[in-house]
């Protein structure tokens, strides 16, 4: 029972600053409406029981990446965006009207998936499926099962690194 | 039923993604283009990591985790390309980089 209260409140306030990032003029008040969304979905982690997981989005994502995101905002010091014409005509509309044909569909096919008979049968025990200690848990099967994806990820951020600094010099 | 059934959770999941699919076709900044497409990547995490709920096992959660990873390394090249197209031309309008050549 509170876990569903927590549930509704919780995603009341993830979908509505998400729709505050999108309509809101100045970029600033964007980045801090998304990390608002961000730490709104690491509570819905722990509801899920994953606190690694939930740990490192707040970490990663609302500490890293949108700390990354302000700088270069207020690197480039703009202003608020301009209300310009749409260089297609009804851009706009076309644009939601999709968007609601998209979110239609998307939800369509999870209830039809979640009253389908895929969907039931081996309900997981919550006592007995995952443990109190993710963490050492969660690395056995980072480095036995997954240690191919996670060499291959720690090349890629290599990578990412050269790019980043070669993009920010002013001569190669 | 314990808790929250799995299906609100996509269908959350689903909210989001369209929120960030149409911010992305209606803003014109790039850098909140981008925002929108890290809405769009945290959607997608929410799906993992429920179904790793539903299922009781981690491989969702360790999905999640490199999609984080790659998000992560994917922001940083992409606001670096941001502030090099801004060095040049002193304006950021996504509509009028439309052509290749600088």
Same mark, same amino acid.
């Given at each position: %029972?509170?876990e569903?209260? #927590?549930?509704?409140?919780?995603?009341?306030?993830?979908?509505?600053?998400?729709?505050?990032?999108?309509?809101?003029?100045?970029?600033?008040?964007?980045?801090?409406?998304?990390?608002?969304?961000?730490?709104?979905?690491?509570?819905?982690?722990?509801?899920l029981n994953?606190?690694?997981?939930?740990?490192?989005?707040?970490?990663?994502?609302?500490?890293?990446? %949108?700390?990354?995101?302000?700088?270069?905002? %207020?690197?480039?010091?703009?202003?608020? &965006?301009?209300? &310009?014409?749409?260089?297609?005509? #009804?851009?706009?509309?076309?644009? %939601?009207?999709?968007?609601?044909?998209?979110?239609?569909?998307?939800?369509?096919?999870?209830? @039809?998936?979640?009253?389908?008979?895929?969907?039931q049968g081996n309900e997981a025990d919550i006592t007995s499926s995952l443990s109190v200690?993710q963490?050492?848990d969660? #690395? @056995?099967?980072?480095?036995?099962?997954?240690?191919?994806?996670? &060499?291959?990820?720690?090349?890629?951020?290599?990578?990412?690194?050269? #790019?980043?600094?070669?993009?920010?010099? @002013? @001569?190669? | 039923m314990i808790g929250v059934p799995l299906?609100?959770?996509?269908?959350?999941?689903?909210?989001?993604?369209?929120?960030?699919?149409?911010?992305?076709?209606?803003?014109?900044?790039?850098?909140?283009?981008?925002?929108?497409?890290?809405?769009?990547?945290?959607?997608?995490?929410?799906?993992?990591?429920?179904f790793s709920h539903r299922w009781a096992s981690f491989?969702?959660?360790?999905?999640?985790?490199?999609?984080?990873?790659?998000?992560?390394?994917?922001?940083?090249?992409?606001?670096?390309?941001?502030?090099?197209?801004?060095?040049?031309?002193?304006?950021?309008?996504?509509?009028?980089?439309?052509?290749?050549?600088?």
């Amino acid at each position: %029972m509170a876990e569903a209260i #927590g549930f509704w409140i919780v995603a009341a306030v993830s979908v509505v600053s998400a729709l505050a990032v999108i309509f809101q003029r100045n970029p600033v008040r964007c980045a801090l409406f998304l990390i608002l969304n961000f730490v709104a979905l690491a509570v819905l982690y722990l509801l899920l029981n994953a606190q690694l997981l939930a740990a490192l989005q707040i970490l990663v994502y609302a500490g890293a990446i %949108m700390v990354l995101f302000l700088f270069v905002i %207020m690197l480039l010091n703009l202003g608020g &965006e301009q209300i &310009e014409h749409d260089p297609l005509v #009804g851009q706009r509309p076309l644009a %939601m009207a999709l968007g609601a044909a998209l979110l239609i569909g998307l939800c369509s096919t999870f209830l @039809r998936w979640a009253n389908s008979p895929a969907s039931q049968g081996n309900e997981a025990d919550i006592t007995s499926s995952l443990s109190v200690d993710q963490v050492s848990d969660i #690395g @056995r099967q980072l480095f036995v099962h997954y240690v191919y994806p996670f &060499e291959v990820t720690s090349l890629l951020l290599l990578v990412g690194i050269i #790019g980043t600094i070669l993009l920010a010099k @002013r @001569r190669i | 039923m314990i808790g929250v059934p799995l299906e609100y959770y996509l269908i959350l999941s689903g909210i989001l993604f369209t929120v960030g699919v149409v911010g992305v076709m209606i803003r014109k900044n790039p850098i909140v283009i981008f925002m929108c497409i890290e809405l769009m990547l945290n959607a997608v995490n929410l799906t993992f990591i429920a179904f790793s709920h539903r299922w009781a096992s981690f491989d969702g959660q360790i999905l999640a985790f490199f999609v984080m990873t790659v998000a992560a390394a994917e922001v940083a090249v992409g606001l670096g390309i941001i502030v090099a197209i801004f060095r040049q031309r002193h304006s950021i309008d996504v509509d009028e980089v439309h052509l290749l050549k600088g």
